[in-house]
């Protein structure tokens, strides 16, 4: 600013602040003070003195230029919409395999497969743990026969899958890699994501199997797999998005799953593998929640606090292995059971602050989801949502709409601030595995998450329709999915009649070849699941092969 | 005598990850002055009923948002019949349909809550239900 024009500014500030305090003699602010969710104070108004002397270059950068707060892409959604990708999949793969085709017949940009509990925590169907969970929260997969089905009828060449699998993530990846050599498509032609973040499971999530040191390993031996022969595939998609479920606040999401990333990294360091080159596969996965300014804030903060670690912590001189790329989900644990169809608003609003933080892709959630999985008709909605925003609302045609912004780069600044030190008093812990076991995260959450629900019980935060504007329903309304009960039954039969037809003793040399080089440690394991998945051994067997090498997992209770 | 404090165990049956739920209502019964034993993930019916049995709990609550609800109550409230702990309550909450809630309650679920209950509901629920048993057993125990 020249001297004249920062002088009137100064003036006109004054009066200004003098005309607030007269207006606050007779009407009060409806709060004594405004926060965002993660508690960062909002002042009333924000100006240029709010971000100080600020350095462009520095701060913000050019679209698809270090530090990337604008964006990771030089032309973002003018080039390209972000993929529009539903997280789907219950009961069968017959099932879940029509409901693709139906989400792709709409729209959608790209596959996102929901699997069942048992299939997530590596039991067959017909495992004593498997009752009454077959097909409830996604797919039930038991081997490749199944994989086969799931993606029938659709070209994996034309498509990128992201598979919300992590501890038996290698074996979900070996199926795809198999499905894929059968429909004449090389692994190296393949894209997509496997979640395959241990870490926010310990955290958040709970469908962890082995112990941290033998996961870490699984995790570095894909990486170094992946490099090789399946050079597209994002190998990992470190996950915010269960920690911010679990109550985490904003600043605490971008600082755990940064951590976290950090970790995986030190992990693959030390595994010798080059960060520039496996960092460029590493993806991320955010949650999008209520407080619109903040959420957009938050995007462009993890961004550049991402890109600055991945340069200055481990000298990473790659331009593509600094960049963070991300997932976006609207949050689930926002929607409400009263008035569901007010979720449709919610979820558009949290879906425009992903698309003004930048994601690469998303997933909107449907109304009816905090009563049931979504049915066809919600789920349609939700996917249109999206493309309300990608083709009528114009926010696609120019990049970072909100950067210089007083407010969202003052927000932005606070994030990484607070994120940074959040990351300093876990490195100082001995980085977040120890932080983990101490239990100092799980607990960080917890607090958070019971500071919100008191927040919301005692009127400090307004839920529509809950806790204000409440009203009197039918609730028989919604007609909601219901997943068949006999879903175990018939998968149990399909798996039997699978173990009758193939050939036993090749199952049985390879599960024994697994067995070998789980034991050593300079083995990578993916090119012996991949033969065992091959023979058509099951989930199940190979996790219970490395359940007896590896041992399993013990929760840290902390409440 | 002083009364007995609510002993209530908050239990999550099966392969279902999220506690949140759970560890919120565990620490509003706690603050309310009840003394709760959360079992933590991934656990079986058989476990469940046998922690109870062995906490000589008055109630088990059961978060679960996995689907898999009719399962796991209608198992839980087997094994205590078969225990003969059938005086133990059972709730639960987490997502549950409400037209499943008739189906649950003829199993023999004391009550079920969904998103968005306050805590404070759950509280107070609990106290009047474990007083009412509490006075029937009284009454079953005085000599006609």
Redesign the interface.
Known sequence: MEEKSREEFREKKTAYEKSVESTLENNHEMKDAFTTLSGIPMNRLYTPDDIGEFDYCRNLGFPGDYPFTRGVQPTMYRGKHWTMRMYAGFSTAEESNRRYRYLLSQGSSGLSVAFD??T??G?DSDH??????CG??GVAIDSLADMEILFGDIPLDKVSTSMTINAPASVLLAMYICVGEKQGIAANKLSGTIQNDILK?YIA???YIFPPKPSMRLITDIFAFCSRHVPKWNTISISGYHIR???STAVQEVAFTLSDGIAYVEAARKAGLDPNVFGRRLSFFFNSHNNFLEEVAKFRAARRLWAKIMKERFGVTDERAQMLRFHTQTAG?T????QPENNIIRVTLQALAAVLGGTQSLHTNSMDE????PTEKSVGIALKTQQIIAYESGVTDTIDPFGGSYVIETLTNEIERQASEYIRTIDEMGGMLAAIEKGYVQKQV?DA??EY?LA??KNRIT?VG??QFQMEEE??DLQ?LR?D?SVGERQIRKLREMKEHRDNILVNENLAKIRKAASDETENLMPYIIEAVRSYATEGEICGVLREVFGEYK?N?I? | MKERKIRVIVAKP???????GA??I???F?DAGME?I?T???Q?PEQIVETAIQEDADAIGVSIL???H???FA?IIELLRQKKADDVLVFGGG?I???DVPKLQSLGVSAVF???T???DCVSWLLSAVAKKREEEQGECIPS
């Open positions: 509990l048992p997530q925590i039991y004593a743990m498997a009752q009454g969970e409830k929260v499971e999530r709970g469908t479920e679990a109550g644990c929607l409400t059971a009263q905090a009563l049931a999985l917890q998450s019971y629900q919301v019980e839920v809950v806790n609730k028989k909601l997943v009960a929760e209770i409440l | 099966g392969l279902d990850g999220h506690d949140r560890k919120v565990a620490r509003a706690r709760v959360y933590g993930l991934r079986t996995s689907g898999a009719e399962f796991y198992r997502v349909p409400d037209s969904g998103p968005g306050p805590t404070g």
